[in-house]
């Protein structure tokens, strides 16, 4: 399974626009890549899944480039209530076998 | 609603004791897991089932043991808890799906097990 790097922690402003890379440099072909948002005390919850390119749901903006070895979670206007733990994760059957989760990147949100 | 229960919120048992933590889920999904959550390591895969009856071991499954007698429910079972245990615990559940169709895990709560 593809070990993932993503930034430990980041702060950010409401009203701005949030972006997470995260690092995938053995990714395989088959993998797809997963983002999930977990809020203390709550277990994680799904945000946004792509395989390549770019994949826009009604919460987040995930952006994939050709050689797959990264991606970029956008979370546009952030608010207080985006402040939580972002995990990326990447395998073939994602929240399928062995989904792996690594430490996430911490996103704090100020006023 | 998509639904993934788990019994206990929070959990104290003694040391040396057996400890069962139960979680059910309503979305007929065939895959089930149980993860334990600390500071600083993120998400570590115990266990989980792609069936019922079926187990595979993750990265931790030292200390535990798993069951899936029915589809809905996967029980994790510490057979002699320890204090190195104490842990937030978290169940999942997710379609097993054709190879490379999306599929979306679905999480409890979480249990908060100490162990004194």
């Known amino acids: 399974l593809a070990k993932t790097t993503q930034p430990i922690s980041m702060d950010s402003y409401e009203g701005q626009e949030v972006n997470i890379t995260c690092s995938h440099n053995n990714i395989a072909t088959n993998d797809y890549i997963t983002w999930y948002q977990q809020f203390p005390s709550q277990g994680p919850r799904f945000i946004i899944q792509g395989y390549k390119t770019k994949v826009t749901n009604e919460v987040a903006s995930l952006f994939i480039p050709a050689d797959r070895k990264s991606s970029t979670l956008s979370l546009p206007r952030v608010s207080l209530s985006d402040t939580a733990v972002y995990y990326c994760l990447v395998g073939d059957r994602p929240g399928g076998f062995k989904t792996i989760f690594g430490a996430g990147t911490r996103l704090f949100v100020k006023a | 609603d998509v639904k993934v229960t788990q019994s206990s919120r929070y959990l104290v048992k003694r040391t040396g004791e057996k400890v069962f933590l139960e979680c059910v889920q309503d979305m007929d999904h065939e895959n089930m897991f149980w993860y334990r959550q600390d500071p600083g390591l993120g998400l570590r895969l115990i266990y989980f089932?792609?069936?019922?009856?079926?187990?595979e071991k993750g990265d931790i499954p030292e200390g535990y043991s798993v069951s899936r007698e029915k589809k809905e429910r996967f029980s994790l079972i510490l057979e002699s808890a320890s204090t190195n245990q104490t842990s937030m615990y978290l169940c999942a559940s997710s379609l097993q799906g054709a190879k490379n169709l999306n599929t979306e895990a679905f999480f409890g709560q979480g249990t908060r097990l100490t162990v004194v």
């Open positions: 089932s792609y069936d019922v009856k079926m187990k």
